[in-house]
């Protein structure tokens, strides 16, 4: 009994920071852009991970995200997310300097929304960052390298305000122990309120 009721709030207390959506940029912007154009690019900055014995933030994790866009009013336009990320891999000396390696092969994530929207999202995938230790060490990553919406106008079109986000997607292991903890939570409760028998002698 107790020990279902110390994992039960074990799992329920983790399951809440592991499974929530995690937003990691947002931006707010409108269009025609500054420079009168209908396609903005690079609109969110997203922090990059370090790696121990590497000298700078340059890799993300693997993973699913999401790219959110919202409008403030539906658009006259037919509208395309755009993700933009690199394949890269580094080599690295025993002092942490780079010595080798390639800077980018670019992989694109395209999704088009259709028009009179209001809102979208694309989904994409960050295949998982494999190493190889001891030195000479080669990380291969991948690097965001921008987030775009492009928009090709339809007759009425004027202007269009937009808000951005980029989202950490939870991995299905973590709703699955966040679908555990309720399920011990409520074993718990359903045992603590069994009717008992009394036995009057």
């Given at each position: 009994?107790?020990?279902?009721l110390?994992?039960a ?9 592991a ?16 420079s009168?154009e209908?396609?903005?690019?690079s ?5 990059h991970?370090?790696?121990?014995d590497t000298?700078?933030?340059l ?6 995200y ?7 009013a ?5 509208v395309?997310l ?17 010595i ?9 994530d ?13 989904y994409?995938?960050?295949?998982k960052?494999r190493?190889h ?14 987030f ?5 106008p339809?007759?009425g079109?004027?202007?269009a ?11 299905p292991?973590?709703?699955?122990l ?24």
């Open positions: 009994m107790k020990f279902m110390c994992a709030v074990a799992a329920f207390a983790y399951c809440p920071a499974s929530a959506a995690t937003i990691l940029s947002e931006a707010d912007g409108s269009f025609p852009t500054s009168g209908t396609f903005a690019d609109i969110l900055t997203v922090p991970i370090s790696v121990p000298p700078a933030d890799y993300i994790r693997s993973g699913k999401k790219f959110d866009v919202t409008f403030d539906a658009v006259p336009a037919s395309t755009v993700v933009q990320y690199q394949f890269r891999y580094d080599i690295y000396n025993s002092s942490g300097e780079i080798d390696g390639d800077g980018g092969y670019d992989i694109f395209t999704k088009a929304l259709g028009s009179n929207i209001t809102k979208g999202s694309l994409f995938n960050v295949p960052l190493q230790f001891g030195f000479p060490r080669t990380i291969y990553a991948y690097s965001f390298a921008g775009g919406i492009d928009l090709s339809l007759p079109f004027r202007t305000n937009y808000h951005a986000a980029l989202s950490s997607v939870p991995e292991g973590n709703w699955s966040l679908i555990t903890g309720f399920g011990l939570v409520g074993a718990v409760i359903r045992v603590q309120r069994r009717p008992r028998l009394v036995t009057i002698s």
